[in-house]
């Protein structure tokens, strides 16, 4: 099965996609997890990004679709959840190229939903491990030792764009280039909404009972 996560930040992508990741023993592929890692070992597309990923604004589509075309030609054809990719029309155009290039099937595209107020609570409060990526939340998901990762003990930390100035743009850049992907995939129709209200687990159960039967 392999399925896209649509949503605006915020909106529980990254920590959806982490729990089907356990439960299921997918491959999370996330673009701005990609990037991250690219500046924080220090290439030269880490660097290139950092202005633009700091801003808030969107990274180009020729160097987010060749992070994707890298990833998918390792040659797995199956269990991949796309998280924060695609993010813009042509994005999905080229993704639908190379899938069928690759012989990949798309199985649904889930789009998780959310109260823009709820947004902002959620990703001012939101830490993130500054080594293995996991994500955390000082009031809904504290981890068990201050300001440390539950999993590799790393220090935890805000994202840089994780800030209201930040947001707004990514908010903007989400309006604008991402929401139209709803109507490109309703035509598809290949997509289902999932409330993302509610605690973690619930919306877990909530985004599990929408994945189509597997077996
Ligand atoms: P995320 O972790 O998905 O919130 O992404 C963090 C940042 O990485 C975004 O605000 C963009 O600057 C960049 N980014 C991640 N994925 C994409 C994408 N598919 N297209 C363009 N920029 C992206």
New binding site residues.
């Given amino acids: 099965m392999n399925i896209i996560l649509l949503g605006p930040?915020g909106s529980g992508k990254?920590t959806q996609a982490g729990i089907l990741v356990s439960d299921l023993g997918m491959v999370q592929l996330?673009?701005?997890?990609m990037?991250r890692e690219a500046r924080s070992s220090g290439t030269e597309l880490g660097e290139r990004v950092a202005a633009?990923?700091d801003a808030?604004?969107?990274?180009t589509d020729e160097i987010?679709n060749s992070l994707i075309r890298e990833k998918l030609s390792e040659g797995q054809k199956s269990g991949y959840i796309f998280d924060?990719?695609?993010?813009?029309l042509v994005?999905a155009d080229a993704l639908d190229t190379l899938l069928e290039e690759l012989d990949i099937g798309l199985d649904m595209v889930l789009e998780l939903t959310v109260d823009v107020d709820l947004l902002v609570a959620r990703i001012v409060g939101r830490l993130s491990c500054g080594r293995c990526g996991s994500v955390f939340h000082r009031e809904t998901k504290p981890p068990a030792v201050e300001d440390t990762c539950d999993n590799c003990e790393g220090e935890l930390q805000q994202r840089k764009?994780d800030n209201e100035l930040s947001l707004r743009t990514?908010l903007m850049e989400y309006y604008q280039k991402t929401a139209p992907l709803t109507g490109y995939y309703y035509r598809s129709g290949q997509l289902k909404f999932v409330s993302s209200g509610g605690t973690i687990p619930e919306v877990a159960a909530k985004v599990k009972a929408a994945l189509p039967a597997t077996g």
């Avoid at 996330?30 to 997890?33: E, F, N």
């Avoid at 808030?56 to 990274?59: D, I």
């Avoid at 924060?84 to 813009?88: F, I, L, V």
């Fill in positions: 930040p990254g996330s673009t701005g997890d990037l633009i990923m808030g604004e969107l990274v987010i924060g990719y695609p993010r813009t994005q764009d990514r």
